[in-house]
């Protein structure tokens, strides 16, 4: 008898502890049913990015001119130094003029003189008692005279330098008291008002740049600024060295803040490659049957959509074919999702 009540009571025991384990289990997947992982998404849409390509550029003046006296002489006076802006007509440096100013006198007291010589023998001409051989002679001594005046009076007025246009003062070469000869450089004078981008492309890139190419450009020295604007010119001969090829693209500097030498990093992209959807790399998974795949949130539950990808860009991986736009791709938290699971979007 008591054996038998020892029998049944480990019974009830062993029946008991599995019933407690059902329990649990069935608990435990009530719990995971219901689980609910919060997930980070990216929302996919079509862009124009997926051809960036990435350039080291320099910025270059808009066009630039090197200026110097077209006289001999020595310099008494410098106005302006290196970054000064400049107005058309403004005096930059001017040479010792005594030379020049006194033989512009005497030019023109010659010239005066045969004006007067001119003057008296025509009433003698008009008269007919001037031989013309005389009078054709006393003609040509005051062309002679004009032109010396106009040479002198010239040369005079090219021992004061000028600005031809509107500009920065780039490079100064003279100080006071050097002597320059006529096409020795003194300045070089900028404009940039509008700046020019240069940069060089390697050979087998060139072909996708083209007027339709849009660019954007950050400077470091600006606190990584970013202008936007298009490639304009595109140079035909390679550097023989490197085999690049020169393009740039043309911005408005009317805040001067642009200045030449500085370098940048500017991104071009070919607006006349199609549309394609671009995922963050991280979005993308591949499977132990080496496909790829991701994550997307639909009906609040997590599902699987294999993709097709194409070209890694700077913006990220190209997705061929498996999404579309308005798609709900899980960037974060993925790694906690499965099939079917129920997620909410943070």
């Not at 550029?57 to 066009?63: D, F, H, L, N, T």
């Not at 009076?153 to 780039?170: C, H, M, Q, W, Y």
């Not at 100064?172 to 240069?198: A, C, H, S, W």
């Amino acid at each position: 008898m008591v054996r038998d009540l020892r029998l049944l009571c480990r019974y009830m025991t062993v029946v008991a502890g599995i019933l407690v384990l059902g329990g649990c289990a069935s608990r435990g997947e009530i719990n995971r049913a219901d689980r609910v992982i919060p997930v980070e998404v990216m929302t996919v849409n079509e862009n124009l990015q997926t051809s960036s390509r990435d350039y080291v550029g320099v910025i270059e003046e808009e066009s630039s001119s090197a200026l110097s006296f077209q006289v001999q002489g020595n310099v008494v006076e410098v106005f302006v130094g290196e970054g000064e802006r400049v107005k058309e007509g403004q005096v930059l440096a001017k040479l010792n003029d005594d030379n020049l100013q006194s033989t512009y006198n005497a030019a023109k007291a010659s010239l005066k003189q045969a004006e007067d010589a001119m003057e008296r023998l025509q009433k003698l001409y008009d008269n007919q008692s001037l031989p013309e051989m005389k009078y054709v002679e006393v003609q040509s001594k005051l062309e002679q005279a004009r032109s010396m005046e106009e040479v002198a009076l010239k040369n005079l007025n090219e021992s004061r330098l000028t600005a031809p246009f509107d500009g920065v003062i780039g490079k100064r070469y003279v100080e006071v008291g050097e002597n320059v000869m006529p096409g020795q450089m003194v300045f070089t004078l900028l404009k940039i008002d509008r700046v020019k981008v240069k940069i060089s492309v390697p050979e087998n890139e060139i072909a996708g740049i083209n007027g339709n190419c849009q660019a954007s450009m950050s400077v470091g020295a600006l606190g990584n600024k970013t202008f936007t604007g298009s490639i304009s010119e595109k140079g035909i001969v390679a550097n023989p060295v490197s085999h690049t090829y020169d393009a740039r693209m043309v911005l408005s500097n009317v805040s001067r803040e642009l200045m030449p030498g500085m370098v940048c990093r500017v991104q071009v992209h070919d607006n006349t490659v199609p549309s394609s959807i671009v995922l963050p790399n991280n979005a993308v998974q591949i499977s132990d049957r080496n496909e790829r795949f991701v994550w997307c949130v639909r009906e609040g539950k997590a599902v699987k959509v294999p993709v097709v990808t194409g070209d890694l860009t700077a913006t990220g991986l190209i997705v061929k074919d498996g999404l579309t736009a308005g798609d709900q791709v899980i960037t974060g938290g993925y790694q906690k999702v499965s099939e079917g699971m129920k997620v909410k979007v943070q």
